[in-house]
């Protein structure tokens, strides 16, 4: 697949389109995050690193939700047909700082983070450095409420991103897409 960004090529081109990334915290997620706070982190409001998970979805116009789960706080998880995403988690000791924290500022410092890997060329290296996600949240423990935002930032281009064509992996004949090829008929 070949992109540019701008108008040169339109005719021939196509408007690539982007879905939000919706999330989907599990009970098992909350579980692991109040069990952290009480015997780990207890009054730290420092970033926990954390991972996510979605798959690719074969349903038009329909995103596959960003799954967090108790695993999401062991780093080391791999996800089976899965794509991982990496991300922190910022636990705040009171409704109140939840309330008043700045989540403009802390959105535009991931979605920067995500542009400087996009533009120095490391998100070509690692792709995975183009997906990120924070998660904002205050925990009741003893009421077990959580209250919680979720950011996955993206970059929004000033003009559209074209797609300038593409070609089947099956028709390439490296043994990359066939390999790739291969996993997806295997994952369908």
Request: glycine share 6%.
């Amino acid at each position: 697949l070949r992109a540019s960004c701008g108008r040169e090529g339109a005719s021939m081109a196509s408007v690539l389109r982007f879905l939000e990334l919706p999330s989907a915290p599990d009970v098992s997620f909350w579980a692991r995050l109040a069990e952290l706070k009480l015997n780990e982190y207890k009054l730290s409001e420092a970033p926990i690193p954390a991972v996510g998970h979605y798959r690719a979805n074969v349903h038009d116009g329909l995103a596959s939700p960003l799954t967090l789960t108790a695993a999401s706080f062991d780093l080391a998880t791999e996800y089976d047909n899965q794509v991982k995403v990496e991300g922190q988690v910022v636990l705040l000791n009171t409704l109140e700082s939840m309330k008043t924290f700045d989540r403009k500022r802390a959105a535009a410092a991931e979605a920067h983070k995500v542009a400087g890997d996009a533009l120095s060329g490391r998100g070509e290296e690692d792709p995975a450095r183009l997906n990120r996600f924070l998660v904002l949240c205050f925990a009741d423990l003893k009421q077990y409420t959580f209250y919680y935002w979720v950011c996955v930032p993206a970059i929004k281009t000033p003009e559209p991103v074209l797609s300038l064509g593409a070609a089947p992996l099956s028709s390439g004949g490296s043994a990359a897409a066939d390999g790739i090829c291969k996993a997806c008929h295997a994952f369908s």
